[in-house]
């Protein structure tokens, strides 16, 4: 006997969601274990049920789709996207090779990703590479972010940029410096900074990026040896290329 796919359903619209478990209880590989309404239930809901599969709505309310795919991160399980109409998502799935749904959606459609989605979780092929680049695609094409997500066991954090007076990279993670305090978040640095406004931002060493709106001023003891002092009382080392930069954006 077959074991059920777990499957969870993301959607803000009631009837959405109702519509969508109707059509899926044809198919008696689903097994449907949570409904959620918005994005930061999703994310538990992931994390404390577990499910193989996701239907996942992109245009909600707070949180986006993409956003809770990216908290989720390499927990992320298989996702189907469903939406109702966005030609840049729907070219990032496409060159991504990820699954969608247009709305609404049809029966013989959701048959098809039904069984593409069975053939997966059976072949054991993970998604998560695609899911990222997908996401990374995605960022290009909104332009500069204005706000970074963290998870925090059950809670989210939604930060602000202008909030961000700096960002220090810790192994995997990141440290995430606001004047409310501090968030550790898994992401690298160098992609924080590919992805925040470089007129805001500026690396003034590999293990640090500050935002300039912050900088009070720049110490300097001997030849190489800086510090940018920042408004908040913190400091942090200048690097001979980081002050090169900074010279480019002062």
Do not use: W
Not at 225 to 233: D, E, M, P, Q
């Amino acid at each position: 006997m077959t074991t059920p796919i777990t499957t969870l359903i993301v959607d803000d619209e009631q009837h959405a969601r109702t519509a969508l478990k109707n059509l899926l209880s044809r198919h008696p590989a689903i097994d449907i274990v949570a409904e959620c309404e918005n994005g930061k239930d999703a994310v538990k809901a992931v994390n404390e049920r577990e499910p193989a599969l996701v239907f996942l709505d992109i245009q909600m309310p707070k949180l986006d789709g993409f956003e809770v795919l990216e908290l989720l991160g390499d927990k992320a399980p298989l996702v189907v996207f469903v939406t109702a109409h966005d030609d840049y998502a729907i070219q990032a799935f496409e060159n991504n090779a990820l699954d969608y749904l247009l709305k609404p959606v049809s029966p013989e459609r959701l048959a098809e990703t039904v069984a593409r989605a069975s053939q997966r979780l059976a072949d054991h092929q993970p998604q998560q590479r695609e899911q990222q680049a997908m996401l990374t695609d995605i960022r290009r094409q909104q332009g500069h972010l204005s706000r970074i997500l963290v998870r925090d066991k059950g809670d989210v954090h939604v930060i602000p940029a202008a909030d961000i007076i700096a960002i220090e990279a810790a192994d995997d993670y990141v440290v995430i410096h606001t004047p409310a305090g501090n968030h550790i978040k898994q992401e690298r640095l160098g992609r924080l900074e590919e992805s925040l406004d470089p007129q805001q931002f500026c690396r003034i060493h590999r293990s640090c990026l500050i935002n300039l709106d912050f900088l009070s001023n720049i110490e300097t003891e001997g030849k190489d040896t800086r510090f940018a002092h920042l408004k908040s009382g913190q400091s942090f080392a200048i690097s001979r290329s980081g002050y090169s930069k900074l010279l480019e954006r002062l």
